[in-house]
């Protein structure tokens, strides 16, 4: 009996050590497991990284808000400069005069202007109003003063850069020879303008950097990144003829739709030629595009199914048109279409206008009498359609190209509104799926809605070191605090 009394008791010892056990053992594991979030949270101190973990996958089958993000009230550009940033020098006392030839059209120039305003402060020069490209494609005869406001460019760099209109005649009539000209490579480092550009320019007063576009580097510290974004966002200002007939534009949207879509369709013949691709037009298509391509004698042989593969060829109107309407657009959208002369014209335009019937254009909009003055000028009509698209609820580009960058850039900077551009590498497939048949509708929206899920606009597509900066302007970009953005 005792035997069995002290089993028993034994028995009923293991049995409390184990629940004891058991429960010490799960409240350590508990901790250990908060102890990680923890640790593992606080090694991550980029906001947007923290929130997608937080936030679940978003179901493609749920109905996407493809108006505006639910995030991006928590974010804005902030560019200001910083206490210790070198203020300008006065003109008398800085190492020269920096004179730039910009080249492209208007947004490629004004990538130009503003990396020319960074190389200034890196040179520590005085910038000469940069002059704009006469003869480049485009044939367009406007100075900087014609497309934008001149005096408040000079005005609002004053702190970082001085900039004048032109080399004083007291200065020109000092220098033994005119300014030297050289044309910088591509992509350079400040080094390369320090080592290399400056003594030529302490050396000769004066210097003129040609074909200036994309002349400096993605990779700058933050606060030259800034200068760079104070540029391009708030000095580049348009001359108040210009603004006032884009906002004209904007208005007549308005009036008819509280809300609209704007599309930057890049379909030239020149753009179709120089991208190497190929949308089914036959011999005559290749004789007329392969014609077009030979004024660039440096282009290299490209295989059509290849570019497309790679995601390299632009959206036709129509593919543009079934991505917008697989996203969840409506056909009762209003669009508003930036674009230059189609390739095909009406007949390549059709099947856009067939999904969404109140179709757009500047040109559409306005009078005659009120486009006439800037008719013959390439520029001025392109700074229309950016003010356009600029306001727009959502833009969306069929293309990687110059306005399309500059606008994503300069919408994300602006409070992230909705910018839509197409993954048109998974797209490229899903088309020809489409196509031949192999996906019915449903199945096609669904898919569209997961290949373009990281090309919406939204905030925490924005990385450091992805793409060109003036699409990803990440240096000046802040999050609002996340506790006080919470309780408001």
């Known amino acids: 009996m005792e035997k069995k009394r002290l089993r028993r008791s034994w028995s009923r010892t293991n049995k409390a050590l184990f629940s004891r056990s058991l429960w010490v053992g799960l409240i350590l594991l508990g901790l250990g497991l908060v102890s990680l979030l923890i640790g593992h949270i606080a090694s991550d101190l980029h906001w947007s990284q923290f929130r997608r973990r937080l936030r679940p996958k978003v179901s493609h089958n749920k109905r996407l808000d493809i108006w505006k993000s639910n995030y991006s009230d928590l974010y804005y550009g902030c560019s200001g400069r910083s206490a210790n940033f070198r203020y300008a020098v006065p003109e008398n006392r800085s190492n ?11 947004n490629q120039q004004r990538i130009g202007i503003s990396d020319a305003v960074v190389v200034a402060w890196i040179l520590n020069a005085t910038l000469v109003i940069p002059e704009m490209d006469h003869h480049s494609f485009w044939k367009d005869d406007s100075d900087f003063v014609n497309i934008f406001d001149v005096d408040w460019f000079i005005s609002y760099l004053s702190e970082d850069v001085p900039v004048v209109r032109r080399i004083p005649d007291k200065v020109m009539r ?112 290749r004789a007329e595009l392969g014609e077009i391509r030979k004024r660039w004698a440096t282009l290299p042989d490209l295989s059509e199914e290849g570019e497309r593969s790679r995601g390299k060829c632009p959206l036709t ?39 969404f019937p ?54 994300r900077y602006m409070g992230h509104k909705r910018t839509i551009r197409p993954n048109a590498k998974k797209l490229s497939i899903l088309f020809r799926a489409r196509s031949q048949m192999k996906l019915d509708w449903e199945t096609f929206s669904t898919k569209v809605k997961y290949a373009q899920s990281d090309f919406m606009g939204e905030p925490d597509e924005m990385r450091s070191g992805r793409g060109d900066f003036h699409e990803f302007p990440y240096s000046c970009i802040c999050k609002k605090d996340v506790v006080s953005s919470s309780q408001n």
């Open 317 to 355: 109107p129509h593919e543009v048109g079934l991505m917008l309407k697989a996203l969840g657009f409506q056909n009762d959208t209003y669009v508003y279409v930036a674009s230059g002369e189609i390739y095909g014209g009406e007949k390549t335009l059709q099947p856009l206008k067939d999904l």
């Open 96 to 106: 020269g005069y920096l004179l730039i030839a910009t080249s492209g059209g208007l």
């Open 358 to 411: 109140n179709y757009y254009t500047k040109e559409m909009l306005a009078d005659a009498n009120e486009l006439e003055p800037f008719l013959p000028f390439s520029s001025r009509l392109a700074a229309l359609d950016f003010i356009v698209c600029d306001e727009s609820d959502v833009f969306v580009t069929n293309n990687n190209g110059n306005m399309a960058k500059i606008l994503a850039g300069r919408r």
């Open 174 to 285: 000092s220098m033994e020879k005119l300014p030297w000209t050289m044309r910088p490579p591509r992509k350079s480092m400040p080094d390369y303008y320090l080592y290399q550009v400056l003594p030529i320019l302490r050396r000769r007063h004066a210097l003129q950097l040609t074909k200036f576009d994309y002349r400096l580097t993605n990779r700058l510290d933050d606060e030259l990144q800034k200068l760079r974004c104070r540029a391009n966002f708030h000095a580049l200002r348009f001359t108040s003829s210009i603004e006032n007939m884009g906002q004209k534009l904007v208005q007549k949207m308005r009036n008819m739709s509280s809300r609209y879509v704007a599309v930057h369709l890049r379909f030239e013949p020149d753009m179709l030629a120089f991208s190497g691709c190929y949308y089914g037009g036959g011999d005559k298509e």
